[in-house]
């Protein structure tokens, strides 16, 4: 079946460690999104590529990077340059210009 | 500065009775309005979008309205079902911001058996 597969779904993390967050979608989608929940506040968006080898911040993008090689994988790492790194973390994909933001299950990220 | 405004954190309501959540922006914009649902330690799902060409979408017991002028839409579940219990969530997107969704804070939805 198609959709956005994130792995994994819980992950503990030391502190001053960086940890990769992977996020795989089958739906040949050329947008892909990374968005961070946290309890009482929406989703804010960290990085988002709308086509292989480019990418934007978004409003959080501090302590985080991405990179687009491939169309179908857009990983997120979170490095130990995050002040607050300990949240649920989603990732999307959307047809370029249409329609709506297609989710994966989210990753639980603590830092201990 | 939150662009999208949920300004309900929770809402009860009566199994049967009608859920209004309600949701405010302020980019002009924005001209593609959506709602999730939520589960937790889930990923959101899609429930109903609205143009801004269009003042009403309606999906089953879903309906989706929105104002332009007072840049307000409203989401109603008519009749509500204990299942429909969840984080609601509306998002806005348009043309002119890049193909980013911008997402209210959530409203916690309670249907009471």
């Known amino acids: 079946d198609g959709g956005i597969t994130q792995s994994p779904k819980y992950l503990f993390r030391k502190e001053g460690q960086n940890v990769t967050l992977s996020c795989e979608q089958n739906?040949?989608?050329?947008?892909m999104y990374w968005y961070r929940q946290d309890p009482g506040q929406g989703l804010r968006l960290i990085y988002y590529?709308?086509?292989?080898?480019?990418?934007q911040k978004g409003d959080i993008a501090e302590g985080y990077s991405v990179s687009r090689e491939k169309k179908e994988s857009f990983p997120l790492t979170v490095t130990s340059a995050q002040k607050n790194p300990t949240a649920f973390y989603l990732c999307?994909?959307?047809?370029?210009?249409?329609?709506?933001?297609?989710f994966g299950e989210g990753s639980r990220l603590t830092v201990l | 500065d939150q662009q999208v405004k949920q300004n309900s954190p929770s809402l009860s309501v009566q199994e049967g009775r009608i859920s209004i959540l309600n949701c405010d922006y302020t980019?002009?914009?924005?001209?593609?309005f959506l709602w999730y649902k939520k589960y937790p330690a889930e990923g959101p799902t899609f429930l109903i979008s609205?143009?801004?060409?269009?003042d009403k979408n309606e999906d089953g017991r879903f309906t989706v309205f929105l104002n332009k002028s007072a840049k307000h839409l409203s989401l109603h579940i008519v009749p509500s079902q204990p299942g429909d219990s969840a984080v609601y969530f509306c998002?806005?997107?348009?043309?002119?911001?890049?193909?980013?969704?911008?997402f209210g804070t959530g409203t916690s939805l309670t249907v009471i058996p």
């Open positions: 739906l040949n989608h050329d947008a």
């Open positions: 998002a806005a997107s348009g043309m002119g911001t890049g193909n980013q969704f911008y």
């Open positions: 980019n002009s914009m924005f001209d593609y």
């Open positions: 609205i143009s801004s060409i269009k």
């Open positions: 999307a994909s959307n047809p370029q210009g249409t329609g709506e933001l297609f």
């Open positions: 590529s709308q086509i292989v080898n480019d990418f």
